[in-house]
């Protein structure tokens, strides 16, 4: 499975932007990179997807590098409801109807008020 | 009833017990899964249906067995659990599995199981 690292956790100040980092060297040319969150006691949600160019979307932003070996989501104000598990996910289609997104560990982010 | 619902939200059930948890998208998706999250484990994909047909089954044991009756409903009916097969059960469901648009994931609360 294409693998992805980001830190164990992080922290933040509640209203500052917050830079959460994912290094994905391995990425082919054709994987999309992916970020769900989960907060405390919820199931994921869908935070943003990007594959080449940089994304905005009223959640986040999602800044990929040049040469696509990693990526950051940058969150511009953190609330303290941001506080979660974030996900940096590669999506692989393996062939046909089946593509496939794998979860590892993410990062915990804690927002201090 | 909005987004994806998922019954009962807690469960205790003794080793030789049989139990089924339920699934349901209000989203007119085609295709649904089975995530597992243990404690502090990554979350783990068990099964996916795409249009009804069971499109993966990642080396679950049969004591799991999914069912997917239609593109809105899955279930996962539990028999002779383990212990160790407490964790969040999760289930979730997409547009379909073809592209990296249509696979946006849309979770449920997921089933807490505690087996005893």
């Known amino acids: 499975d294409a693998k992805t690292t980001q830190p164990n956790s992080m922290e933040s100040n509640e209203e500052e932007p917050v830079h959460l980092p994912c290094n994905h060297s391995?990425?082919?040319?054709?994987?999309?990179i992916h970020w769900y969150r989960q907060l405390p006691s919820q199931g994921p949600e869908y935070v943003i997807h990007g594959l080449t160019s940089n994304v905005n979307n009223r959640m986040a932003s999602l800044a990929i590098a040049e040469d696509r070996k990693s990526s950051t989501l940058i969150l511009h104000r953190a609330t303290l409801r941001d506080a979660a598990v974030y996900y940096c996910i590669l999506g692989v289609n393996s062939g046909g109807s089946n593509y496939k997104l794998t979860f590892g560990k993410g990062t915990l982010l804690t927002v201090n008020p | 009833e909005t987004g994806v619902t998922q019954t009962p939200r807690h469960l205790v059930m003794g080793m030789t017990n049989k139990k089924s948890l339920k699934c349901e998208q209000h989203?007119?998706?085609?295709?649904m899964y089975w995530y597992k999250q243990s404690a502090k484990k990554p979350l783990e994909l068990m099964f996916v249906y795409n249009f009804k047909e069971q499109t993966e089954n990642n080396s679950v044991p049969s004591r799991f067995s999914p069912e997917c009756p239609n593109s809105s409903h899955l279930f996962l009916h539990l028999h002779t659990l383990q212990p160790e097969d407490s964790a969040l059960y999760l289930c979730?469901?997409?547009?379909?599995?073809?592209?990296?648009?249509?696979?946006?994931?849309?979770f449920g609360p997921g089933t807490r199981l505690t087996v005893l």
């Open positions: 391995t990425i082919s040319g054709t994987d999309y």
């Open positions: 989203l007119g998706h085609n295709a």
């Open positions: 979730a469901s997409s547009q379909d599995r073809g592209s990296a648009v249509a696979n946006e994931q849309f």
